[in-house]
């Protein structure tokens, strides 16, 4: 078995197990979430759990109740709904690995923007993904924790700060990715480090009748709203990469700001909608995740326009020697790049009625945004974007 094929197994493999985790982790939150909010609290002065609820599934019916401080007998064999965060971050790593370090000249490096070796690229992103958690934890820890709201902005000016830093140093698409790496980092190491090491100590605690300090319920807290808010922001990170209009533009840290916006506010809406709050209350956040949804549509407008207008007939044969000189060693049959086995997405790019039947895709990718070539290591100009642009708009 050749590396290639070996490799895209495991990419495949590991997208797989991600996406299904992931869906996992996801799931588990928001439907905590969503019962923490539908608990219809005890009557008063009545003793027992502190809220319950009624739920059907599946044929069955649940009771659920809540106990905001433990019951009188903490049972030990606790479910503590933690795997599916560690092992999406898991996969999560190893998809990295398989799709941008193995084949980080063409993912991850644009030698426009800086010329990396793959070593180097690598160490940035791994640096990156460990500085990133230490300097969020750090910001959580400090006396910003008294001023929750402070600290949420100054999170959110931090994730924007890495997209830009990560701008100037990754392809588009790399960069990207890492603001996704990033937050979904923060989110796990936040269950890793501080929310279930602190519920250890709180069930040691109770099954122990101390009683535990309300610091550690606190500070998990914060940390859970923190990913809470994230979850649909990184949820777009990570299908970012099939849209090259979010990243192929010099402005792409302010598309994340946006992003980050966006996904918090309709977010917002979700979970004060749950709370049962009349919508005059939260409504607000609709039409401003909208006006903000507008200014990303905006910016991304904004592309890095090749002049096609410019150019005069293009020859067929001139077409042909651009897609050979820059798209074939991927796009083709059988394509020579060795990161590859078959032509990416089944884009062969060989022939003029090749290039007539993926003209959509080759403006939008090489002529309106600079996404292929991929990682651009052969060099193709805006010149040669805009004949092949000015050839497939002739006729
Ligand atoms: C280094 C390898 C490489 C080179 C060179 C390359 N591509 Fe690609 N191309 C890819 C990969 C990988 C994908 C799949 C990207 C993905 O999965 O999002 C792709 C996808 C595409 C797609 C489909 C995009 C979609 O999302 O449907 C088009 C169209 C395309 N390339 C056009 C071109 C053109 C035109 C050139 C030459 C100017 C080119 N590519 C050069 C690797 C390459």
Known sequence: MDFAL???????????FHVTVGITWIGTSFYFMALDYS???????????DGTAWEVHGGGFYRVEKYLVAPDNLPPDLMWHRWAAYLTWMSGFVLLAAQYY????????????????????????????????LAYDRLCRSPLAERPALLAGIVFAMVVAAAWAFSQVFSGRGAFIHVGVLVGTIMAANVFMVIIPNQR???ADLIAGRRPDPKFG?????????????????VLMMVSNHYPMLYAHPHAWLVVAFILVIGALVQHSINRHDAGDPWQRYGWAVPLAAFALVCAIFVTAQRPTVDVGSVGRVADARALDIANRHCLSCHARRPANESFTEPP??????????????????MQQTVQSR??????????TDGERAELGAFLAAR
């Open 345 to 362: 997405k089944g884009v062969i790019l060989e022939t003029v009625s090749d290039l007539r039947r993926f003209s959509a895709g080759i």
């Open 102 to 133: 193995l084949n980080a000249r063409s993912f991850l490096i644009d030698p426009a923007v800086a010329d990396l070796r793959p070593w180097q690229a690598i160490a940035l992103s791994l640096a990156s993904i460990v500085g990133g958690w």
């Open 218 to 234: 606190k500070i998990g807290k914060t940390r859970s709203t923190h990913n809470n808010y994230l979850t649909l922001p990184v």
């Open 371 to 380: 996404a292929m070539p991929l990682g651009n290591q052969s060099g193709m």
């Open 39 to 49: 608990l219809k609290p005890r009557a008063e002065g009545a003793s027992g759990p």
């Open 6 to 16: 070996a490799a895209d197994w495991l990419n495949l493999l590991s997208r797989w």
């Open 201 to 203: 100590i709180v069930v």
